[in-house]
């Protein structure tokens, strides 16, 4: 499948020259020369789960005591003691702070380094990351499955800004070729079940797969440009038209009846990870090319990611939804509150930054309160779509907050895609086909297992299929060590709003009940 897609933005970008510069997009293809990137999957684990986890105070919300025996195969004693360490660690923002130059000093030590790095791969690396390969995963991913779960699976790549020029060397090339094996590898996984649906799904970044991602940066600002003259002004980085890509092509995108079915056949869905606001026109353009041609009859084969913390959401989302009913496709939305808020907002105040946006206001809200809401009437909008006749959305509502996960399944049940046993409102919620098939739900590996598993016991399926999926990331320790060290301190805000506490008081319950029973 990934070869179709990698195929399909050949056919987009091959032919761009953008007026800003002279680089070329060179989208996917695999005969192109590369530059530096650093493996982020621990750092992206931790930056979206870091935001996307609210800061009221969690514990409040959690009904958590312990695990049930369901899950006690994933809840070991050396498991939940290095979660206990891990998030201990996480709750002393001197130490999130200095981490990164620490690391790097250590690091530097031939001695020393050796037993840093066993260090960091007995703590953090095993709370965050799947594993080195996409073959070490395969036994948490087969845990998870018996536990009733599905998976994302995400060879995370994200490109470092700093990196320019010297060095560059083949990287790029080596996540092309890791992505297109993590497809095989989550294809093969899922024939080894007899599933009413695949869920062992993967997520890709576009920048990572780029031999220069400022490529994205030049089509984004092109993109923007032509939408400052369009009738349909949504706040920055605007919403996608079929006609944002008809400068750097002739044609359109088509494929064969045989190319479609290989795609259907082989059953992996995609998920385009979100980039920074600065590359999100160029994503978004390039990611609907591709629902346009592969979100047939009725299933979303490829997802876009919406970030609830950026302003133009709710109308960017409106407008979706519009242009999916309006060209026969179904629209695929992954649906989180984002993870680069600082990031963003310090952006947007650097003139010297990447930033493109000409807004007055930053791309997005100021406050954690007003990104919640937004997420919550976003929810709303997409199961409304879901629960009409002619749904013209499947969508992956990824979020580690209670209240937003307990009003998915009270609309569920109030449209009639579920039912709930008993008056209880934590009662047992019947999943109906079409919700399965529509709607699922995801946390990240390592952050929030209470929430994943209170979903999965309190929900009630008439298939196979998993309602819940964890995103779990993958990558070697060594690629993916400077990137975890930034966004910890990009997320240290975050880390004193008592999630880091929470996740450890949950540790030490399980600490105990293995202990003293």
């Known amino acids: 499948m990934f070869k179709l897609l990698r195929y399909s933005l050949v056919r987009h970008a091959s032919t ?22 650093f493996l982020t999957a621990t750092g992206f684990a931790l930056s979206l789960s870091f935001y996307t986890s ?20 994933l809840h070991t004693l050396t498991s939940s003691l290095r979660t206990y360490l891990v998030y201990t660690m996480c709750s002393i923002p001197t130490l999130v702070d200095y981490a990164p130059s620490v690391l790097e000093f250590l690091l530097q030590i031939p001695i020393i380094r050796t037993v840093t790095e066993a260090g960091v791969r007995r703590t ?17 991913l087969q845990r998870y499955r018996a536990a009733g779960m599905g998976a994302l699976f995400a060879y995370s790549v994200e490109v470092d ?15 092309v070729n890791e992505m297109l094996h993590s497809i095989d590898v989550a294809a093969d996984f899922e024939d080894s079940f007899k599933s009413d649906g695949r869920k062992t799904w993967v997520a890709i970044k576009l920048t990572a797969l780029l031999r220069d991602s400022t490529s994205l940066i030049n089509l984004s600002r092109l993109i923007a440009e032509r939408h400052q003259n369009s009738k349909a002004l949504v706040p920055f980085p605007g919403t996608p038209t079929h006609s944002d890509l008809s400068f750097i092509h002739s044609g359109s ?12 056949e082989l059953g992996v869905t995609i998920i385009v990870d979100a980039e920074y606001s600065w590359y999100q026109p160029a994503v978004d353009a390039i990611t609907l090319a591709l629902m346009k041609e592969f979100n047939g009859e009725g299933k979303a084969w490829v997802y876009n990611t919406y970030q609830a913390y950026l302003r133009r959401t709710p109308e960017h989302l409106e407008h979706s939804l519009a242009d999916a009913r309006k060209n026969n496709f179904t629209l695929g939305v992954k649906l989180v509150r984002g993870a680069y808020h600082p990031h963003e907002i310090d952006a947007f105040e650097n003139p010297s930054s990447h930033s493109i946006s000409t807004d007055v206001d930053a791309p997005v809200w100021r406050t954690k309160q007003v990104t919640d809401e937004c997420y919550n009437a976003c929810a709303q909008t997409l199961l409304s779509d879901v629960t009409s006749k002619h749904s013209a959305v499947d969508v992956l509502f990824g979020t580690h907050n209670w209240t937003s996960v307990r009003k998915i399944l009270d609309t569920l049940v109030s449209s009639g895609l579920a039912t709930r046993q008993g008056e209880a409102v934590d009662g047992i919620v019947s999943l109906s086909d079409r919700a399965v098939k529509k709607v699922t739900m995801a946390q990240l590996y390592g952050m929030h297992d209470d929430l994943t598993e209170w979903i999965v016991e309190h929900t009630q399926l008439s298939s196979n299929a998993p309602f819940v999926i964890k995103y779990v990331p993958y990558g070697r320790l060594s690629e993916v060590m400077p990137y975890l060290g930034r966004r910890a301190i990009e997320n240290k805000s975050v880390l004193g709003g008592g999630v880091a506490s929470e996740e450890r008081r949950k540790a030490g319950i399980r600490i105990r009940k293995v202990l003293f029973g």
Do not use: W
Request: proline share 6%; hydrophobic share 30%; aromatic share 10%.
């Open 161 to 175: 800004e700093r990196a320019h020029g010297a060095g560059a060397g083949e990287a790029y090339k080596m996540a």
């Open 54 to 73: 609210s800061q009221a105070p969690v514990y409040s919300e959690s009904p958590y005591s312990s695990p049930s025996n369901g899950f006690s195969e």
């Open 253 to 264: 995108l088509t494929l064969s009846k045989d190319d479609k079915e290989s795609l259907s």
């Open 124 to 140: 953090f690396f095993q709370q965050f990351v799947g594993g080195d390969t996409a073959e070490d995963c395969l036994p948490l």
């Open 16 to 37: 761009a020259r953008f007026s800003s510069s002279t680089a070329k997009l060179q989208t996917l293809r695999p005969k192109i020369r590369g530059r530096n990137v």
